[in-house]
């Protein structure tokens, strides 16, 4: 198995009923499915759903597909501080194939198709990430950078934190949210791109899935976990309720009502979580010069993963190195703070909402 052809030759993409068409931003993507998957997403996706019309990308899912004989997969190297094996790569001489190890879902990456296939009923999630994926590409061909950031804007102003991860982005933006003039624009993955006026943020169409300990200290929250598992959580030292994974799905608009998501945003704030849970130093926000903080640059960087295709059809490698000054550019009119001293959501929230004041 050498192409695209090769691997095209072993999925049926016929008697596919539905598509959906999204757009964020300036992207219109649409999506090829069954009637399930289809299901899935018009719930997860209702915010981006749009109408019929031209595209930048087609993608389709294939529900229980499998290639005949899988490939010599590759690991590809995981980021510092991330353990055990996650995705698997092997290219193609026109295209790449990644597997995700855990899950058993594979994707064709190429610019003749773009197809995920496997138990994709069983992970939406994992095909909802491949979707967004498409979305970022095509804004890095298109000159912008890809950031580890959540977001919220009111419109006027836009807020992205960063911070390594499990460093409590997720709950810090979503305090944010509590302030009512805001709206959520992304949790993970957020485009930035210097324009004449200003600079621009692009969210993802992807709600949050967020640990138990966001939860547990955000009574809007509350209905996420049933009673007994509150109670389980509680008892646990709070260190090992820090470190613990375990994802739950927060629909925005069921949370926080309609018209509290917008995916674009002029971006005016980046704030880098830099605190500790150890420190016993009040918190502060600091103005902080990335020029001079790689350490706080490295936090907001994110490598563009095994997907990732150039405009000349060249694929990420996993040793490629990010480019700094590529963000420096993105990134000059914004105003960096950093955030440092013992970890308080509260004097976050509180700075927030002199921002949106």
Same mark, same amino acid.
């Given at each position: ?33 069954? !009637? ?13 759903? !749009? ?43 026109? %295209? ?19 197809? !995920? ?13 491949? &979707? ?25 102003? %836009?807020?992205? &934190? ?23 624009? *992304? ?103 990335? *020029? ?7 936090? &907001? ?11 000349? %059809? ?28 013992? &970890? ?14």
């Amino acid at each position: 198995m050498r192409s695209v052809a090769d691997v095209l030759a072993q999925l049926n993409r016929n008697g596919l009923p539905e598509t959906l068409y999204l757009e964020t931003g300036p992207v219109r993507l649409a999506v090829r499915c069954g !009637a399930p998957m289809a299901a899935e997403l018009r719930h997860h996706l209702k915010e981006a759903l !749009a109408e019929a019309g031209p595209v930048a990308a087609t993608i389709d899912v294939l529900e229980g597909q499998s290639l005949s004989a899988p490939p010599e997969w590759i690991d590809w190297a995981r980021e510092p501080g991330k353990t055990g094996r996650k995705d698997a790569y092997v290219d193609l001489d026109d %295209g790449r194939l990644v597997h995700k190890i855990r899950t058993g879902m594979t994707f064709l990456q190429s610019s003749e198709a773009l197809i !995920a296939f496997g138990p994709c009923l069983a992970y939406p999630n994992q095909v909802i990430n491949f &979707i967004n994926t498409q979305i970022l590409n095509i804004c890095k061909r298109n000159g912008w950078e890809i950031c580890h950031a959540a977001a919220v804007t009111d419109g006027h102003k %836009g807020l992205a &934190i960063a911070g390594l991860s499990g460093g409590g982005k997720s709950t810090a933006i979503l305090r944010m949210m509590d302030l009512e003039p805001t709206r959520f624009v *992304t949790n993970d993955r957020l485009m930035v791109r210097a324009a004449p006026n200003d600079t621009e943020g692009l969210g993802i169409p992807k709600n949050p899935r967020i640990n138990p300990g966001t939860i547990l200290h955000n009574p809007r929250l509350a209905t996420l976990l049933s009673e007994k598992r509150k109670e389980e959580l509680l008892q646990m030292p709070p260190e090992d309720l820090w470190q613990l994974e375990e994802k739950h799905d927060l629909f925005i608009s069921e949370v926080y009502g309609p018209d509290r998501i917008s995916f674009s945003a002029p971006l005016t704030e980046f704030w880098v979580l830099n605190w500790s849970r150890t420190s016993t130093e009040p918190t502060r926000l600091l103005d902080a010069d990335l *020029t001079q903080r790689p350490d706080l640059l490295g936090a &907001i960087m994110k490598s563009a993963g095994p997907f990732y295709q150039d405009a000349s %059809g060249v694929f990420l490698r996993d040793d490629d190195p990010l480019e700094p000054d590529a963000y420096l550019r993105q990134l000059k009119s914004i105003r960096i703070r950093e955030v440092t001293g013992a &970890i308080n959501f509260d004097a976050l929230a509180a700075a927030g909402k002199d921002l949106f004041a």
